[in-house]
């Protein structure tokens, strides 16, 4: 289902390799600083991105991020002291009398610690590393989608919340990150033929059973334990991945959201144990892919089906 997907995010390759233009204003909208707003999850590649803008626009949406990364900051110093306190306490009472609890404690504030000093260390560091790009449903990305006859790049969530249905369906229906070949024509037919997309992958990521991985069936009393792994084309290049997207407005406010098309899969990832796989489209349908006829969706299933031939390897993530 592709819970997985490392981006590419370099918005200055976007633009030049794929004849983009940024919608300033949507990844503006994005990042500003409304009343109750919750920070949006972004891939810190997404954030960078925009480092060394030189638009007063760029520059404007470098402040706010900046202003969310302070803010996060504040809240994660003030976690980790809260946490030290904790842990302190824990380790006297340990001390004075071990207990289950104390020792339960003791784990707690000294995991919570150390999420919060990784995410403080992320948050200063200013080299990338390669899971900075890395998206989960839930986190934005930028997507290519067609104004106009014109590429465009949009931030957009990684879950598609399709028009006419409420917010809670995100916690309802988790899996709208994936939208299903076969269901094209039937969930996602508000999307279908009217609004496409792709995301720029270099990599994804799938949930494998072991026991399917390792082409054998379940031992006697074994548990089924699931794998990562990490696919990428070989030799490594960008896969344009088809997606579908809308856009969604509520009281919770404006959301734009997406989800990557999936079908049967490929044999390198059969043969890994995985039955579902995104669908890289040939960059020469780019545009009839982007500017879909509605009355003529056969052409959009030709395209999937004529999908880029891709050699895939693949390796345990960590």
Request: include cysteine; hydrophobic fraction near 40%; aromatic fraction near 8%.
């Amino acid at each position: 289902m592709c819970y997985s997907a490392l981006i590419r995010a370099d918005y200055t390759k976007l633009v030049r390799e794929y004849g983009a233009v940024m919608s300033l204003d949507e990844f503006a909208q994005l990042y500003a600083h409304d009343p109750g707003k919750a920070r949006p999850k972004t891939p810190k590649a997404m954030d960078d991105g925009f480092a060394g803008a030189r638009t007063s626009q760029g520059q404007d949406i470098v402040a706010k991020i900046q202003q969310w990364h302070a803010e996060e900051m504040r809240a994660l110093d003030e976690e980790i002291r809260l946490q030290s306190a904790r842990l302190a306490a824990a380790d006297a009472q340990f001390a004075a009398r071990p207990s289950q609890k104390a020792r339960n404690e003791i784990r707690i504030a000294g995991n919570r610690i150390e999420r919060a000093q990784a995410r403080l260390d992320d948050l200063h560091r200013t080299g990338l590393l390669p899971r900075d790009s890395r998206i989960f449903p839930g986190v934005y990305a930028p997507v290519i989608v067609s104004e106009g006859g014109q590429r465009v790049i949009k931030p957009m969530r990684y879950q598609c919340r399709l028009p006419d249905v409420p917010a809670r369906n995100d916690v309802l229906y988790p899996g709208t990150y994936n939208a299903r070949r076969d269901s094209l024509g039937g969930y996602w037919k508000p999307a279908f033929g009217h609004r496409h997309g792709v995301v720029v992958v270099q990599a994804f990521y799938e949930h494998v059973p072991r026991h399917a991985l390792e082409h054998r069936a379940l031992a006697p009393g074994e548990r089924a334990q699931n794998v990562v792994l990490e696919f990428r084309p070989q030799p490594p290049r960008d896969l344009l991945v088809a997606c579908l997207w809308s856009e969604w407005e509520g009281p919770e406010g404006r959301l734009l959201s997406f989800a990557a098309i999936t079908d049967e899969p490929p044999v390198a990832v059969a043969a890994a144990g995985h039955d579902r796989c995104i669908v890289p489209i040939r960059p020469e349908h780019l545009d009839a892919w982007l500017n879909p006829d509605p009355a003529d969706l056969a052409a959009q299933y030709r395209i999937l089906d004529d999908r880029e031939p891709v050699d895939l390897g693949y390796l345990e993530a960590a």
